[in-house]
């Protein structure tokens, strides 16, 4: 499956350790920096407050449902710095390439490769179940009791967060999460992970499934919550496999947003009584949807990789890392 020509990563005849290590160094400068920048001036700017009231909403968010659109535009913008500025810092400084051109492809069949994205991308998702359910109830041996309920304390504190910043008190609101926890990360996070960790990796080892599976976990890794690590790696594999097939990173992007999107829809509607379906349960769906939906998901993502585009399509991408 190696193959030196997929590689955007390339051109730049940069070490890919130095490449790494650069990524990695600006990448907590946009998370630490740009992103708590970002953040704290439009939380200062939409609050109306004066910097120690500001500071007392920043010390308990949950006491405030009025600045919940304060504090889901902080976390966009916190998003902006770490996972949308800082790679594109150290693209146009580390490898100085056409970004478009390097990453991105709008072929003529856009219509059935995306078709193909969504029934793979769902389908994933109720398959995904299972393994959200397995690793949400998942013990530790007695010496690890301390990380254990650290792990648990840490994923209650996120959990009551995001279900602050997901009650979707109106339709404008819902839109302006799907900006914030769809479309932002579905581009930066794909970006980083997949365009430039994943390139970096394949460099590095000189093998996809290392590559994949190395962004992947450091996907999974990167949002701090153990019990949901293990399907979070798996779609970053998914989105990773997606990408090296394809040597187009809007399908990723694509996936990404449409994982995002249909999880905030889902809960939406759930929200407002029109549906049963809880999509914050943790708990796997009845087992002949997980079986049907996975014949779905093996059959498409079999067709999808057999007839991605291969060959002289990718020969662009020698222009990038």
Excluded at 79 to 108: E, Q
Excluded at 127 to 152: D, M, Y
Excluded at 227 to 237: H, N
Excluded at 315 to 320: A, I, N, P, V
Aim: net charge negative; aromatic share 16%.
């Amino acid at each position: 499956m190696s193959n030196p020509q997929y590689n955007p990563l390339n051109a730049s005849g940069t070490n890919p350790l130095l490449l790494l290590l650069s990524l990695i160094g600006i990448t907590l400068g946009g998370v630490f920096l740009i992103g708590q920048i970002l953040a704290t001036a439009a939380g200062m700017i939409m609050s109306g407050v004066g910097l120690d009231e500001f500071l007392l909403i920043l010390s308990n968010p949950t006491a405030y449902p009025e600045q919940r659109t304060m504090f889901l535009v902080m976390q966009g913008m916190a998003s902006l710095g770490g996972f949308v500025i800082a790679p594109l810092i150290f693209y146009y400084t580390m490898v100085k390439g056409d970004l478009v051109k390097d990453f991105i492809d709008f072929p003529s069949d856009s219509l059935r490769a995306i078709g193909l994205t969504v029934i793979i991308v769902f389908s994933f998702m109720i398959v995904n179940t299972v393994f959200i359910e397995w690793n949400a109830n998942l013990s530790f041996p007695e010496f690890l009791a301390g990380f254990e309920t650290w792990a648990k304390n840490l994923e209650e504190s996120m959990a009551d967060i995001t279900k602050y910043l997901t009650n979707f008190e109106s339709t404008g609101y819902f839109v302006l999460a799907v900006v914030i926890v769809a479309v932002l990360p579905g581009i930066g996070e794909e970006l980083l992970f997949r365009g430039f960790l994943q390139n970096i990796f394949r460099r590095l080892f000189k093998n996809d499934h290392v590559a994949i599976w190395l962004a992947a976990f450091l996907f999974g890794a990167i949002h701090f919550q153990f019990y949901g690590m293990l399907p979070r790696m798996l779609l970053g594999a998914l989105f990773g496999y997606l990408y090296i097939w394809t040597g187009n990173l809007l399908i990723p992007i694509v996936a990404h947003f449409l994982n995002n999107a249909i999880s905030l829809f889902a809960l939406f509607i759930y929200q407002k009584g029109l549906t049963d379906f809880d999509a914050e349960s943790t708990e796997a769906l009845p087992a002949v949807y997980v079986l049907i939906f996975s014949v779905f998901f093996v059959i498409s993502l079999v067709y999808f990789k057999y007839h991605s585009k291969t060959g002289n399509e990718h020969e662009r991408l020698e222009r990038g890392i």
